[in-house]
């Protein structure tokens, strides 16, 4: 199929990337479970390697599976090229490698999943990357963080676990004007709600364990290319604008322009740090990335009534869901993403830690674990498990204090899960 713009959303995301398997015209993509390709010949080989040719090498760089998977990404996000990976947080040092170096920093949201706080405050720090975390809603603080070694500011357009709307128009002409990427983590909002590259951000990841799968079977993460940045214009990203020493001094902006983060990624990132998506990985992913729009309708429709119903009951303190008129980000919404706020909130009970940790126990259909972007409904008690690593300070800026419970709506009946919710806020008390 010809991916022209023309498509909708709905065309886009069954058929993007997609074509007929040319050897035996099936129709659903194949999962290529293979790890290498035979060569025609010696030439060839040499010119796959030097990159003259684009084609098949080695699974730990490219796969027909997950090829298809990049396209169909990189379409629905408007980008011009995208990179699969093994998990979320494997795309977050895929976006990162290529622009820092030891003694470099970020500019990152203080309202981030609880995992990339702990990638960002500790574990880069290993490779000589520094974080400075701000509130992304106070613009001055993030000029003023941004220093002559910073590469790139990060955030997420739904910022997990309150369900906080990032103006990401508003921070990516900060980054602009500093000649730097904005990077959005769109994992919570997916391409559907959201559309950061059409806000200017520069870099998109995805952690596609979550809606883009949609069913929590497999993990899997996704860096994609807006193709809109111009790495030469300064001095600040040597890996894409000069000699590459890794690829035997290959210029990859001269040498690829727009597609150079993307064969960079490939070529040295996967290479190199090996965090490859596997093609079973990609198959549910691209068998999720079929019913996508139909499933954020639901999960919005489902998470705008339960949130207004939550909001007004007896155990409940605050609900932080940006689809609520109460919401400070209420307003964001329709320029952020128009089509609904997501499905993803934080409640604080009146009870605090006990009721949380009652309410968990007690509820039936909704399952408690570490995930969240499944058709299932899921609730977490984000202190003592996905933001429990962070300090009490971190916890509250994040939205994720001890007496809150994060919730990730599915696509169940909404009149069961408002049962559930009610009888086991009852059990937990005030
Ligand atoms: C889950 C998640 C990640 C990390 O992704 P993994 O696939 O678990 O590595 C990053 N960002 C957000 C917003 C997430 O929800």
């Not at 983590?185 to 520069?202: H, K, Q, V, W």
Request: proline share 4%; hydrophobic share 40%.
């Amino acid at each position: 199929m010809n991916d022209g713009p023309t498509y909708g959303f709905d065309t886009l995301q069954i058929h993007a990337g997609a074509h007929p398997d040319p050897a035996t015209g099936a129709r659903q993509t194949p999962i290529y479970q293979t790890t290498a390709y035979v060569f025609r010949d010696a030439e060839h080989a040499a010119a796959l390697f030097n990159l003259q040719e684009v084609g098949f090498i080695y699974s730990r760089l490219t796969n027909p599976t997950v090829a298809v998977l990049q396209e169909r990404i990189a379409t629905l996000e408007g980008g011009v090229g995208a990179v699969c990976c093994s998990s979320g947080h494997a795309a977050q040092i895929m976006a990162l490698f290529p622009l820092m170096g030891p003694g470099k920093n970020i500019v990152a949201s203080t309202r981030l999943y609880g995992g990339t706080v702990t990638q960002f405050s500790h574990t880069i720090k290993r490779f000589g990357w520094e974080c400075k975390f701000v509130d992304f809603d106070d613009l001055d603080a993030v000029k003023a963080a941004i220093d002559d070694d910073t590469r790139a500011v990060f955030g997420e357009a739904i910022a997990n676990p309150g369900g906080y709307i990032m103006d990401v128009r508003a921070i990516a002409d900060v980054a602009d004007d500093a000649g730097i990427p904005l990077i959005i983590d769109n994992t919570s909002a997916t391409p559907f709600l959201c559309r950061p590259i059409e806000l200017g951000a520069t870099l998109v990841v995805h952690s596609t364990t979550k809606y883009l799968t949609g069913n929590g079977t497999v993990t899997g993460g996704c860096v994609v290319d807006s193709g809109t940045f111009d790495w030469s214009a300064n001095d600040k990203f040597p890996s894409l604008s000069q000699p590459e020493p890794a690829y035997h001094g290959l210029k990859f902006h001269e040498t690829f322009g727009n597609l150079a983060f993307t064969f960079h990624g490939i070529a040295i990132g996967l290479r190199d740090l090996g965090m490859t998506m596997n093609p079973q990985a990609a198959h549910y992913t691209l068998m999720g990335t079929e019913t996508l729009s139909l499933r954020m309708e639901r999960h919005v429709e489902n998470a705008e009534k339960i949130a207004a119903w939550l909001e007004k009951h007896d155990a409940v303190e605050e609900v932080t869901y940006a689809g609520l008129k109460s919401s400070p980000y209420f307003k964001r919404v329709k320029k952020v993403c128009p089509r609904g706020a997501g499905a993803l909130f934080t409640v604080r009970l009146k009870g605090g830690y006990d009721a949380c940790v009652k309410m968990v126990n007690a509820l039936e259909i909704f399952s408690h674990v570490a995930n969240l972007g499944d058709a299932r409904s899921l609730i977490i008690h984000s202190a003592s498990t996905t933001h429990r690593q962070l300090t009490a300070e971190q916890q509250e800026a994040a939205g994720a204090g001890p007496s809150v419970v994060r919730l990730s709506i599915g696509t169940e009946d909404a009149d069961d899960l408002i049962e559930d919710l009610d009888q086991a806020l009852n059990k937990a008390g005030k």
